[in-house]
Every structure is written in C-alpha cells, then in structure tokens.
C-alpha cells in the first residue's frame, strides 16, 4: 500500500491540539475526516510528527498515511485542501518509502516562540504580548540550555514518561521588528517544555526569578516545580528533520 508524506500548516486557534479527541476539534481528525470523504468511507490514520498543544500553531508540520488509491499524487494535495477548512492547509504531498514515519524518523525539531514587544494588536492571537524584553539577558539564558540536559523542571511531569532528556542544537532569541523571537531546535520535546522555558526566560528579565534559580532549575531537575508557562498562541512548530535534513 502506497504511504504518502504530506507537509502542511496550521492555525491552531481553533483546534484542542493536534491529536484526535472525543468531541472536541483536532487537526488530525480534520485531515483523517477529509481523507474519509475522499475514500469514501475508508479509515485512514494519518501521523504527524509531534503532537502540538490547543491553541499553538504549525508553520511546516509532516504527517503520513497510507492509502490504496487510484488518485493521481498531484491531485491528493488539492483535493485534500479543496475540503479541508481554511486555516489547514497542505503544502506538499509526496509518495515515501514504507519504512518512513514520520514520528519516529525525524531526528530534530524547530520551534519558534512570538512575542510581542510593542502596542500592536492585529497579531494578538498569534503572539505573547510581554511588552520590552532584554534580548541580551534572554540570550545569556538561552546559551544555558544548548546542549544534553534533563528538563524535567520545564515540562509537565508524567510519571510514566522516564527519559526526560533532551539535546538542544539551538536556542537563541532574536529581534525582528517588534516580535522578538526565541527559536529552539532538539531531538525531542517534553510535554510543554518549550512554553516553560520563554515563560521562565521573560521572568528572570521581568525580576520575577534570579538568574541562579533559572540556572537550579536547569542543574538540578525537580518535578512539578512552579515556573511560568507561556501563552500557547505564541508558539508554532517551524520545521522538522529528518536523514538528509529534509524539511530543516
């Protein structure tokens, strides 16, 4: 059965996140919804990369499924978006091996993290509005977190999850007109970790935590610790890799 690579984005605004839920509105049920109008009928599970949060955004996420289907490849891409809603949609779409997944073949992810420094409004769901930010101060953080480290104290704790390490390839912020941006980019990902990081960056430049603690907590890992977490309407997936950094 032909397995087929689809990258897309999102607006997370409206949807409890990537995964299916019972009743509430996901992207993968969207994208396995469509796909069952264009089987007519057939369940198709499609697998995405990573499971975003209600509320964040993709900017290039990848996804498969497999499907015995008599369309042409060039016509899956604007027949998916032809019935998908207007704040989906597919950017390529493309045959792949059998043994591509597309989970657990990536072996890096970039997110982006929005916040916004100055009084403009128009953007507001798609930004944390944080006011002035000290960029070298943030970065000096930043530089922190590059390399192999357990997070455990930035992400929400699950008991069954044992590995909590992660290694960071980059983590940097940077000022591009009124948004600044943190980017960071690792083999993996803990449940929220990203949003607890910017959220506890911003407070040691707002004198909310002390340096030191920042550095504690990155040293010495504690479970269900009370750090901020930031908004999820500033954070999108920007880009995934896989062998032959495809897609970074």
Not at 34 to 50: A, D, R
Not at 135 to 144: F, K
Not at 181 to 194: E, K
Not at 206 to 223: A, D, I, V, W, Y
Request: glycine share 6%.
């Amino acid at each position: 059965m032909p397995r087929f690579k689809i990258q897309l984005q999102y607006d997370g605004s409206a949807y409890h996140g990537w995964q299916v839920q019972k009743s509430d509105r996901s992207v993968q049920g969207e994208l396995e919804g469509t796909l069952s109008i264009l089987s007519k009928g057939e369940k198709i599970n499609v697998i995405g990369s990573g499971r975003t949060d209600s509320g964040v955004h993709a900017l290039r996420q990848i996804a498969h499924f497999d499907w015995d289907t008599d369309m042409a490849t060039c016509d899956i891409m604007p027949a998916l978006n032809g019935n998908l809603p207007n704040d989906i949609r597919i950017q390529e779409c493309s045959v792949v091996p059998g043994d591509f997944h597309a989970r657990f073949s990536a072996v890096k992810r970039q997110y982006v993290y929005r916040c916004r420094t100055d009084d403009y409004i128009m953007d507001r769901n798609k930004v944390w509005e944080t006011g002035e930010l000290d960029l070298n101060q943030l970065n000096e953080l930043a530089q922190l977190i590059m390399g192999k480290h357990d997070f455990t104290s930035f992400s929400k704790f699950n008991p069954e999850v044992e590995n909590r390490v992660s290694t960071i390839a980059l983590s940097e912020w940077s000022n591009e007109g009124g948004i600044v941006n943190y980017r960071v980019a690792a083999n993996r990902f803990l449940h929220h970790m990203v949003r607890y990081l910017v959220g506890t960056m911003v407070n040691v430049t707002q004198n909310k935590m002390s340096n030191s603690e920042f550095k504690t907590l990155l040293k010495n890992p504690q479970e269900d610790v009370q750090v901020y977490r930031a908004p999820a309407q500033g954070l999108f997936l920007e880009k995934v890799e896989y062998d032959g950094a495809d897609n970074f």
